[in-house]
């Protein structure tokens, strides 16, 4: 997470900095009915994750950021956590989702063993669904940030994540909108 322990001494836009593009962001992150993912892409060492620790912080303090994750070394980095990773926040902030959440492990408790896609359908996609009707009192938008997507994962993983969050475009009373940042120029 983007203000947990081990990201807290992490670098944020100075004052003054990038104001065009973080305008830009801004403007994508409050409409509702255009596109639900914004891909943030430029070669690795000019500052994206500088710019997503920045628009984070400023999703969190509107009360629109549902969850980040923030590539790591070692395995709290690995792709394979970063569905439960969001899951954990959006319940945080929508606590609503987590007896379904805790309904979906329940009935499968090998939660080891789920693909990415299960972990996706099970702990984000279904709960989220259940709830849509008790929504009402939330933000209409909530933000997920990525930053360094294609770091722990292969091209057809990262295609296979966005085909995921695609799908969330088939919820009715909330807009789940997705920031993600590559790693590099490679995808």
């Known amino acids: 997470m983007f203000n947990s322990r ?10 003054g900095t990038h104001i065009e593009l973080l305008s830009q962001i801004d403007r994508w992150a409050k409409q509702q009915d255009g596109e639900h993912i914004l891909w943030l ?25 549902g969850a980040s994750f923030f ?3 070692g395995d709290r980095g690995k792709a394979t956590w ?8 959006l319940v945080r902030l ?11 492990i329940e009935v499968d408790q090998n939660t080891a063993d789920w693909s990415i896609k299960d972990r996706f359908e099970k702990l984000i996609l279904r709960p989220l669904k259940q709830v849509q009707s ?12 990525i930053d360094g997507l294609d770091e722990r994962v292969n091209e057809n993983g990262v295609k296979l ?3 995921l ?10 807009c789940l909108s997705f920031f993600l940042l590559p790693a590099g120029q490679r995808l």
Do not use: Y
């Open 161 to 163: 994540i966005i085909s």
């Open 6 to 15: 081990a990201n807290e001494h992490e670098a944020t836009c100075l004052s």
């Open 165 to 174: 969050l695609s799908s969330t475009r088939s919820l009715r009373t909330l």
């Open 41 to 65: 892409r430029g070669m690795a060492g000019t500052g994206k994750s500088t710019i997503s620790r920045t628009v984070t912080g400023n999703f969190a303090v509107r009360g629109h950021l």
């Open 134 to 145: 008790n929504l009402e009192d939330h933000p209409k938008t909530v933000i997920v940030v």
């Open 82 to 89: 970063l569905f439960t990773t969001i899951a954990v926040q």
């Open 94 to 104: 929508l606590p609503a989702l987590a007896q379904h959440v805790r309904n979906a």
């Open 71 to 73: 590539r790591r070394d």
